[in-house]
């Protein structure tokens, strides 16, 4: 999320996104996290997710392989336990997965508006429908984390500007398309998957805030709604 700066003499109070970690100049990198040797609460459904031997002990190629994910994805602290922040990212792939090509299937986005884009905070999957059709995804994406919720309800893409930076945290928020106060489609340099989430904006890859870029306009309707796991 970012700032709008002030036009016609109106002046919106926003939020943004959580400034990406950064090294400081001089230090050197910090040394790579050890592997844990102790199985995790989640450790037969993490085995299997990552096509490991389902066994529930931990192997050295277990924690290794838990540990990639994790650093693929931010979770911490990347050590390779099975525990249920790692097994939560998974579970949400997997219903992610599931969705398939329907996105809509419980008829929660309005299918009345014409071109619309929905997210389903639940899910964290975002995709655009014209009436029943479906235009553009399910993607994966990162929304409002606990205190920052992304705010449900109808509502309609007023400003767009694709070199937004937030003066609050000086980060670029490519693509942004805002839609509620502060809260925009914009890409990120992170995994959808990254805990615990944004500050309120609907966080993209490049590849898809470039779509929705080309396929959404002003004036065009957004809704959001569900809850977002741990909020």
């Avoid at 993490?46 to 529930?56: C, H, I, N, Q, W």
Wanted: charged share 20%; aromatic share 8%; hydrophobic share 35%.
């Amino acid at each position: 999320m970012g700032d709008i700066r002030r036009r016609s003499a109106v002046t919106l109070a926003v939020t943004a996104v959580v400034a990406p970690l950064t090294l400081t100049l001089g230090t050197a990198p910090a040394q790579a996290a050890s592997c844990t040797a102790q199985a995790g609460p989640y450790q037969k459904q993490v085995e299997k997710f990552l096509g490991r031997p389902v066994d529930g002990k931990q192997s050295s190629a277990d924690c290794k392989a838990i540990q990639a994910f994790q650093n693929k994805h931010g979770i911490t602290p990347a050590i390779g336990y099975a525990g249920p922040v790692t097994w939560g990212v998974m579970d949400l792939m997997n219903k992610q997965k599931a969705v398939g090509n329907n996105p809509n299937k419980a008829g929660k986005c309005p299918v009345n508006k014409g071109r619309i884009a929905c997210v389903n905070l639940g899910l964290q999957l975002s995709w655009i429908q014209d009436g029943d059709k479906l235009v553009y995804g399910p993607v994966p994406v990162r929304t409002g984390r606990d205190g920052f919720e992304t705010r449900t309800g109808l509502k309609k893409i007023y400003w767009r500007d694709i070199d937004h930076v937030s003066s609050l945290y000086d980060v670029p928020m490519p693509y942004s398309q805002f839609f509620d106060g502060g809260q925009a489609f914009h890409s990120v340099n992170l995994s959808m998957w990254n805990p615990p989430g944004s500050h309120g904006c609907v966080n993209m890859t490049t590849k898809d805030a470039k779509k929705y870029w080309s396929l959404l306009k002003t004036g065009d309707d957004v809704y959001v709604y569900g809850r977002k796991p741990g909020t």
